[in-house]
């Protein structure tokens, strides 16, 4: 399950007692993932494998820029699908998604996203996924959809994705901090680094555009409610994901009021009290129910109350969009990684 992660990752500095405390244990997993990173054997796919990753726990835009570069590719005539772990689903693979009977309990809620978009494989084991894609001879490419720092499968084009809010937190590795290994380690396994939002004067991608030796660029969040517009409507907003403040700030610059919200972990399972609370809530407050889609998607096949959520909520859609010169680089990073990897 995905760790649920500390808000004081993102406002202790290093004397926090907390990050003193926890130092020891962020050395032993560096330790242990650099260790990793060396005694690997990476397997070399005969596809192209773009990996989208991020340096730190928690959510920073991973899937919208995975389903990005997705469209890219149809539009350059490729075929390309998703690998993915399939997190908070109980199948380890490899098998195709089926969007149209999978559920979010089997699959995982981004795999479900994923499939509606390309062919989705989720795997555990990523190399088997990998091999399995290659070997029903439908797909161009594979876009894999988190496993930056995974190092058994050898990658054509690897893209870090960074919170341009939140930033990189207060620097330390997990447990003490967000970061999933020393930064210079994940340097070395990026390409380069897409910074979602704070606009062109953030201070975290002026600090990258600094210290990282590879292309930094720009982008931003963009929503769009499959249901209608939200502009002056009154919504209850609710998601189970790693970063909420990105999703009601996307309500707020689509215009929508929100009178109340309700939070929970990362991947949350709704149960029939969640469902029936939020309904009563929306219901004294005269609101609509607005979730993502990932959320969306976990109510998929659910009965009862859980059913009567997902009928009665619209969700939020986010595409992440590029200005002109960067959506360019971007394109001029993907075209290499189209010549076949083996």
Request: proline share 6%; with cysteine.
């Amino acid at each position: 399950m995905p760790l649920e992660e500390p808000s004081w990752w993102y406002g202790a500095d290093a004397d926090d007692p907390r990050v003193k405390a926890l130092k020891p244990a962020s050395r032993i997993f560096a330790w242990a993932g650099a260790r990793r990173l060396r005694n690997a054997k990476p397997y070399r796919s005969p596809l192209p494998v773009i990996c989208i990753g991020n340096f730190t726990a928690g959510g920073t835009g991973k899937t919208p820029l995975s389903l990005l570069i997705a469209r890219l590719l149809r539009a350059r005539g490729h075929s390309p699908a998703f690998l993915t772990r399939g997190y908070s689903g109980r199948r380890s693979g490899p098998v195709w998604v089926n969007p149209t009977i999978d559920t979010a309990r089997e699959v995982g809620d981004e795999s479900l996203l994923l499939a509606e978009a390309a062919p989705t494989m989720v795997a555990r084991d990523r190399p088997a996924g990998a091999r399995a894609i290659a070997a029903a001879k439908s797909s161009t490419h594979i876009i894999m959809d988190d496993g930056l720092q995974n190092p058994t499968l050898a990658k054509s084009l690897t893209i870090a994705v960074v919170d341009g809010v939140r930033g990189l937190g207060n620097g330390e590795v997990i447990p003490a901090g967000p970061l999933r290994a020393p930064l210079d380690v994940q340097f070395d396994l990026s390409d380069a680094i897409v910074v979602n939002g704070g606009g062109d004067n953030a201070a975290i991608l002026q600090y990258l555009r600094a210290t990282f030796p590879g292309p930094v660029l720009s982008a931003a969040v963009e929503p769009e409610l499959d249901d209608g517009s939200l502009a002056g409507a009154r919504v209850v907003a609710y998601a189970g994901i790693g970063n909420p403040s990105r999703f009601t700030a996307s309500l707020k610059a689509a215009g929508a009021e929100i009178v109340a919200e309700r939070f929970f972990k990362d991947h949350h399972a709704y149960c029939e009290d969640d469902a029936r609370d939020l309904v009563r809530l929306a219901a004294s407050a005269g609101a609509r129910l607005v979730t993502t889609q990932k959320d969306l998607v976990r109510l998929k096949g659910k009965s009862g109350a859980l059913a009567d959520l997902a009928e009665r909520s619209g969700s939020l859609r986010i595409v992440l969009a590029f200005d002109v010169r960067d959506l360019a680089r971007l394109q001029e990073l993907i075209d290499p990684a189209t010549i076949a990897a083996g």
